[in-house]
């Protein structure tokens, strides 16, 4: 089956150069054989007239059929003269010129030994005209013209009067014509032959130019291919192209390279036989907007791949949304990706630095308090109570340091979704649910819970619920004794693309200077007295495992709100 986009054979996209199909207009010596050759076939047509013309005076032909019988070898004689020298290239503009003049005076003669000005003949100087256009355009048709025009008045003169005729040893004539109807067929017959000479090379030029817009949008179309080929051969990227049932029907040199597979293992076959596209690339290839996506390639080497790529689906413009085919346009990222993977553990590792410094600093404030009361606890051994208050200070301080420890390691540790997807809805009103239990919550702090039902994703139970936690804590912590605290979770639809999922948890506390907003999110960074400031960076770096995003809205006096963003697949 042709490519639908270049009109080839399938194969390389670019692959081998355009058929060079000239469309030049017809150069002099192929108007001169076409010529010859139609005066042949119809000095054929007029010889089986004579043959066939029955009885005499039938088309007006004379008793004695010598002079027409010479008139047509002599003519055949030289048609084949004529092709001869056309065939040894001698002269085509002179032969022309001669086989003008020549087919001038023979239509004279047969036109006179017909009947002169009464020979149904007489239309054959239309067709000496004729070529005279087609073959030296308007020059042509209006010489010629005026060389008919005169060999037909001489014809009329020598009608006209039969002592001039017997002068010239030529039949003479029953029925002279007057001068007045000799001069009307003059005037009337010499009309036609210059209208015609104009019309035909005026037609002739028209035919020309025509030729030369053809020629000159044919070579434009030729670079324009050219240019084309180079580029799509010199892409960096791979470019095939696919028909309406996702076969591959052409692929670039890059692309056979990428895939590590020769042109002929994959042309016919349908691209899910190597790229595995799901539901949203089937989607692309049905004609969505193109956006990049990534799949998983194993080439016959075995070492896989990962493979970005795009399609475009191509729409015909005389069948509305039919679509001809698609255009995919792919990349080999394995690199990108391990740069990027190693970018990210660089920036774990960065951070962990940073971290380990801060704990560090916070370990040894709890260990002091440790020391010292384990000192003092000996000291006061013999005091029961007192040792019994000291033993709750190195346990609270214990706990403390665990905490910090479990927070330590869920930030450094990387998120991973589940298998099986979780039901979102049901977890976030359970979580709200146990929360409003907590000993802090006073029956002055009001809950409003908007959930819709039937969310189901792929995201950790236990993950989600420390999210949950920690945004609920701090909407709590900024009440001052009472207000509002609104949780909701829905999904969130694009006209294009398939959209995201959302959870927005917002209070009307105090609200986050706005000074403090852009460092929120860092490690060890708090304004509590009793915070260890890993609370939102752990939750930060949750929702960023998980291929999710979080941001916030506060105005001092006002409230904060922070939204939670999740791709729906």
């Known amino acids: ?13 670019g692959e081998g150069p355009s058929p060079n199909l000239s469309v030049a207009p017809p150069s002099l010596e192929v108007n001169l054989r076409g010529l010859i050759l139609w005066r042949l076939v119809f000095l054929s047509l007029l010889l089986l007239a004579v043959v066939l013309r029955g009885r005499e005076g039938v088309f007006g032909f004379p008793a004695s059929l010598v002079p027409f019988y010479f008139l047509l070898g002599l003519q055949y004689v030289l048609s084949l003269v004529y092709l001869f020298l056309l065939r040894r290239r001698k002269g085509a503009k002179g032969s022309a010129i001669v086989q003008l003049t020549v087919d001038g005076l023979f239509v004279t003669a047969w036109v006179y030994l017909t009947g002169g000005a009464e020979s149904l003949l007489s239309f054959l100087y239309f067709l000496v005209i004729l070529a005279g256009g087609v073959l030296f355009n308007r020059p042509g048709g209006m010489w010629t013209a005026t060389y008919v025009f005169v060999s037909y008045a001489l014809i009329l003169f020598l009608h006209g009067g039969d002592g001039i005729a017997s002068f010239f040893g030529l039949p003479e004539r029953s029925g002279s014509i007057s001068f007045r109807y000799a001069l009307y067929l003059l005037i009337m017959n010499g009309i ?44 960096d990227m791979g470019l095939m192209t696919l028909d309406r049932e996702g076969r ?28 595995l596209l799901g539901r949203e690339g089937e989607e692309g290839r049905s004609g969505v907007d193109g956006r990049r996506m990534e799949t998983r390639y194993t080439p016959p080497d075995g070492s896989p791949l990962i493979i970005g790529f795009s399609l475009y689906s191509v729409q015909e413009e005389t069948a509305g949304t039919k679509a001809m085919g698609t255009i995919v346009t792919f990349k080999d990222i394995t690199e990108i990706k391990a740069m990027e993977e190693r970018l990210r553990q660089m920036d774990r ?19 002091a308090s440790i020391s010292g009361s384990l000192q003092l606890f000996q000291e006061t051994l013999q005091d029961f109570e007192a040792g019994e208050q000291l033993l709750g200070i190195i346990f609270r301080e214990l706990n403390t340091l665990d905490s910090l420890i479990n927070d330590f390691l869920t930030f450094s540790r990387p998120v991973q979704p589940p298998p099986q997807p979780l039901n979102v809805s049901q977890l976030i009103e359970e979580t709200v649910i146990l929360f409003q239990k907590g000993k802090e919550v006073t029956p002055a702090i009001r809950f409003r819970v ?9 995201i950790p139970a236990r993950e989600l619920s420390r999210i949950l936690w920690n945004l609920l804590t701090n909407a709590l912590q900024a009440l001052p004794g009472e207000g509002e605290i609104t949780v909701r979770a829905r999904r969130v639809r694009r006209e294009e693309g398939e959209g995201h999922w959302e959870i927005v948890i917002r209070d009307n506390g105090c609200g986050i200077p706005e000074e403090d907003q852009d460092r929120i999110f860092e490690p060890f960074f708090t304004t509590k007295e009793k915070g260890t400031g890993l609370g939102l960076s752990i939750v930060q770096k949750i929702v960023s495992d998980l291929g999710g995003k979080i941001s916030l809205e506060s105005r001092p006096g006002e409230g904060t709100t922070f939204f939670l963003q999740f791709p729906l697949s």
């Open 349 to 367: 590792l960065a951070l962990m630095g940073r971290m380990a410094a801060g704990i560090a600093h916070e370990i040894r404030n709890p260990l």
């Open 192 to 235: 036609g032959f210059y209208f015609v000479g104009y019309l035909g090379s005026h037609f002739a030029e028209q035919t020309r130019r025509q030729y030369r817009q053809i020629e000159a949008q044919r070579k434009d179309i030729t670079r324009l291919e050219q240019w084309n080929r180079l580029v799509v051969e010199n892409l």
């Open 450 to 458: 908007e959930v819709e039902g039937g969310l189901f994703f792929k």
């Open 248 to 275: 591959i029907l052409s692929i670039n040199p890059a692309g056979e390279k990428i895939l590590r597979r020769p042109v002929r293992a994959l042309i016919g076959r349908p691209l899910n036989d190597f790229f």
């Open 1 to 13: 089956m042709p490519d639908p986009f270049t009109g080839s054979e399938p194969g390389q996209v």
